[in-house]
């Protein structure tokens, strides 16, 4: 569904992703790994638009989306999470949620001055949407809470509703559970879980190797910008290049 | 339910007192003062769409309400122009003049944001002073007409005056609450609180930024063109950044982004400036300080102070009672 | 011929004190990321202080300077850890907010101990000397050389001294300076110091020439950013690069161009520059 050819990203001389060939596949949990500095956030940067790849192509459902910007990206089904949150903590969780739904409405200033018919009900849609996301997420009991009175925890599940209300077919996470404990890691990775069994096609960025090894896939290896490896987890786990890029550590939990 | 029906209460209170005003204080004095704060106010809720709501601090608001006041004053004095029209026209030239700025301040962002639109509007100042031409140099502009009378209605007297500004302000309230309190304002506040996120959410944030900065410049000239037709006279000071300054220090004190900040602020500056009248000159021997302490201690001014008390009570009330419930329970299984 | 090597001459002596001042504003950036607002009113308290000192206390021009320079280093330290350090975590625009408080705060303080007159400050270095057929006075060889002995001082304390490098090490890289055990608050303090320093040498120089007033800070600051943000902001090369360019452009540009505007031409040039190259023009891109 999206398929990346020859994707290459340099920053002055350094290369961070250098010719990679990758597709996710629809439905299902697709994991990127790697070392640190391997090029997984740029990668994700280049396929949601924040950063322009200087080669390559990127196809999203037979669309070619190489050199759009993030904004349109989003319009076509492709929702992120960053490793931070960037919430308004001053504000509550609801209010937060709500403008995620705004790329699907239509209302302008001029709807917004005269409260036209249109804009009531766009707004009651992004609210509704907002509620469907929490709930999704298990977050209906704090909706009203200001978020800079919930945990960490919840803050993430807040960004992962804030994705889901845009409406997207592939959702890209980036290090969803940075920062979270390892209880916390297990209802996060359920969530993802219930994410795809609802149908979305999940693509993440991870360090935690048993939870990825138990819930993608499908997953790439990436190692100074280069795939060297893909496959199930069965697959990357007996790989030799995989092992030797995580210098002699073991890839299985 | 209790706050909200608390809120209109006070709002309608507010216009209540805004109406009948010169009738309890019939001092000519105080009713300039009045009619300019609730200038001043309109120009602060132009500058807090954009610094407070977006995240972008312009320095160059000052320049824009300049413009305002020299479009209309050089429209009806050099042009002859009638003032309604010139009036109309003050705004949509700020406007349009803000909306080229805007596409290239906008590719900045943060720090170079400030310093750019500061530099914006120095040259804003300079133009006017040094342009003897077109704006009559320091000598500014002298004879600016009163509003035609519509009607059997006539702008001669303070009191009239006063109830346009009055009016205008009103308007100018309710948009600026239609605009932050809708999708349009929501996609200001999530530019503001992250623009990669903005962008990832399908927002346009160039589009957005920019109909945020001429909105911005809209009001400011708006305020400028009224500010013209009230004193009358206008000179190349009201473009210096003392007034850029003073619009902030307004939107500070009062809550930056907040949505009754900017009357706040406006109104408890102007008013105490005036029973500090000794202090005129030295106002930011109190209120410079005033600024940075606020910005220390509590970002979001003296509406955002109060809201977060009255939120805390609320939480905590909540809390308690959730308490008091539980331990009900506890009681009655024991 | 000699109108031009005069004003070139004009341009190196506006240039030097525009070096200094930007040199003191980029070191701060550099450190902290802040955009120093309130650079100009330290300017102009270095100004006051120097003048006062001369007049009042019956100091010496240079050693009213070193008064100077102790106390708005002083101030501007009090500054870094009154109003900046709490403010570390902050959104970007509550430092700027800040720091234009300080600004107001200090102008008006001014005008309130020294009134709002223009005031002329008197120097022991008046006289008039032949140099190469231009009449110059002894005044304006002095900001030049100061200035640039200030600059060599700096460099080789900057390069050459364990706590200079500290400096550049924080500049370069805050949390890296953090973990091979540098003390930041330190680091943040003397930089403070430094650049309140240079900004009363620049102001006390420079006074004799032009006058002191409490606005005399405004035009200077934001030229200094203009500099700045041209030599990279947080650069110090660049710093002095770009004082020096702007100094001979503006001094060419009053006598070849409109001395009306001659102040116009810094801004212009700003945001031509921005308006391109909305990074600035040394500007690392990527990340």
Redesign the interface.
């Known amino acids: 569904m999206l398929e990346v050819k020859g994707l290459t990203k340099r920053f002055g001389g350094n290369v961070a992703v250098k010719s990679v060939d990758y597709s996710v596949q629809q439905g299902k949990i697709n994991a990127i790994i790697g070392p640190n500095g391997a090029g997984k956030s740029t990668f994700f940067n280049l396929i949601t638009g924040v950063h322009e790849p200087t080669e390559g192509t990127i196809i999203y459902k037979n669309q070619e989306i190489t050199r759009q910007p993030a904004n349109v990206i989003a319009k076509l089904g492709v929702a992120r999470t960053f490793q931070s949150t960037h919430l308004f903590e001053m504000s509550t969780v609801k209010d937060n949620v709500i403008v995620g739904h705004r790329l699907r409405t239509k209302s302008n200033l001029f709807d917004s001055i005269f409260r036209t018919k249109r804009l009531k009900e766009e707004e009651q849609q992004c609210i509704a949407k907002a509620e469907e996301s929490l709930d999704f997420v298990g977050l209906s009991h704090v909706s009203d809470q200001l978020v800079t009175n919930i945990s960490q925890e919840e803050k993430k599940r807040v960004a992962f509703a804030l994705a889901l209300a845009t409406d997207p077919e592939i959702v890209f996470l980036d290090e969803p559970t940075a920062g979270v404990n390892p209880d916390e890691t297990d209802e996060m990775a359920n969530l993802i879980q219930k994410m795809s069994d609802k149908g979305l096609t999940i693509c993440l960025i991870e360090h935690k190797m048993p939870m990825i090894m138990r819930l993608a896939h499908h997953i790439m290896v990436l190692n100074y910008g280069e795939k060297i490896a893909e496959g199930t987890p069965a697959e990357i786990q007996k790989n030799e290049e995989v092992i030797k890029a995580y210098l002699g550590g073991t890839v299985s939990a | 339910m209790n706050i909200l029906t608390n809120k209109k209460v006070i709002i309608s209170l507010l216009i209540v007192l805004g109406i009948v005003f010169p009738f309890i204080i019939p001092n000519l004095y105080y009713l300039h003062i009045m009619t300019l704060a609730f200038i001043w106010t309109i120009a602060v809720y132009g500058l807090n769409l954009l610094a407070g709501y977006t995240g972008y601090l312009s320095l160059a608001h000052g320049g824009f309400f300049a413009i305002g006041a020299y479009v209309i004053g050089i429209l009806t004095v050099k042009l002859e122009m009638g003032f309604w029209l010139s009036f109309l026209l003050a705004p949509l030239v700020t406007m349009f003049i803000g909306l080229i700025i805007g596409l290239f301040a906008l590719r900045t962002k943060e720090h170079f944001f400030a310093i750019y639109t500061l530099c914006v509007g120095y040259i804003i100042y300079l133009v006017i002073d040094k342009w003897e031409g077109l704006t009559g140099g320091v000598r500014g502009l002298i004879g600016i007409p009163l509003p035609e009378a519509i009607g059997p209605i006539s702008f001669q007297s303070p009191t009239a005056q006063y109830y346009l500004a009055f009016i205008i302000f009103l308007l100018v309230v309710a948009v600026i609450y239609r605009i932050v309190h809708s999708l349009t304002g929501r996609t200001f506040v999530a530019i503001r609180n992250s623009e990669d996120l903005a962008l990832s959410l399908g927002i346009s944030t160039k589009r957005n930024k920019l109909l945020a900065f001429v909105l911005s410049t809209f009001f400011a000239g708006l305020a400028g063109a009224m500010y013209a037709g009230f004193i009358r006279f206008i000179g190349p000071e009201i473009a210096y950044t003392t007034i850029t300054f003073d619009l902030l220090t307004y939107m500070i004190v009062g809550g930056i982004g907040t949505f009754a900040g900017p009357i706040v602020g406006t109104f408890l500056i102007v008013i105490i400036s005036q029973n500090l009248q000794f202090l005129q000159d030295y106002r930011m021997l109190i209120f410079g300080p005033l600024l940075t302490l606020l910005i220390i201690f509590s970002p979001r001014g003296i509406v955002g102070f109060i809201q977060m008390q009255l939120y805390q009570r609320k939480r905590k009330k909540q809390e308690s009672l959730a308490y008091k419930n539980r331990e009900e329970e506890t009681n009655a299984g024991g | 011929m000699e109108l031009l090597l005069q004003q070139l001459f004009n341009g190196l002596t506006i240039g030097s004190v525009y070096a200094l001042v930007a040199l003191g504003l980029t070191l701060v950036y550099g450190i902290l990321?802040i955009?120093n607002f309130a650079h100009g009113a330290l300017y102009m308290v270095g100004g006051y202080i120097t003048l006062i000192m001369m007049t009042e206390a019956g100091l010496h021009y240079i050693l009213a300077m070193v008064v100077s320079i102790c106390v708005v280093g002083l101030l501007s330290v009090l500054m870094e850890r009154l109003?900046f350090y709490?403010?570390r975590h902050?959104?970007?625009?509550?430092d700027?907010?800040?720091a234009?408080?300080?600004?107001?705060?200090?102008?008006?303080?001014a005008?309130?101990i020294w009134g709002?007159d223009y005031r002329q400050m008197s120097t022991p270095f008046g006289q008039v000397v032949e140099v190469f057929g231009l009449t110059l006075t002894l005044q304006r060889i002095l900001i030049v050389f100061a200035a640039i002995a200030v600059m060599i001082l700096l460099y080789w304390f900057l390069k050459k001294t364990f706590t200079g490098s500290t400096i550049i090490a924080m500049a370069q890289n805050r949390e890296g300076a953090q973990l091979v055990g540098i003390n930041t608050h330190k680091v943040a303090i003397l930089t403070f110091f430094i650049a309140g320093a240079l900004a009363a040498i620049g102001a006390s120089l420079t006074s004799p020439i032009n006058l002191v007033f409490p606005g005399m800070g405004?035009l200077v600051i934001?030229k200094a950013?203009?500099i700045i943000?041209i030599g990279g902001?947080g650069s110090i090369p660049g710093a002095i690069l770009g004082g020096y360019i702007l100094g001979f452009t503006e001094s060419l540009g009053a006598t070849y161009l409109s001395a009306?505007?001659k102040?116009?031409i810094?801004?212009?040039l700003?945001?031509l520059i921005?308006?391109i190259k909305?990074?600035?023009i040394f500007s690392?891109?990527?990340?």
Do not use: N, R, T, W
């Open positions: 990321h955009p109003v709490p403010l902050s959104p970007p625009i509550q700027k907010v800040a234009i408080g300080i600004l107001l705060f200090l102008e008006a303080l005008q309130f709002a405004h934001l950013f203009v943000i902001m009306d505007y102040d116009i810094a801004f212009v700003l945001i921005l308006s909305p990074q600035g690392k891109g990527g990340v």
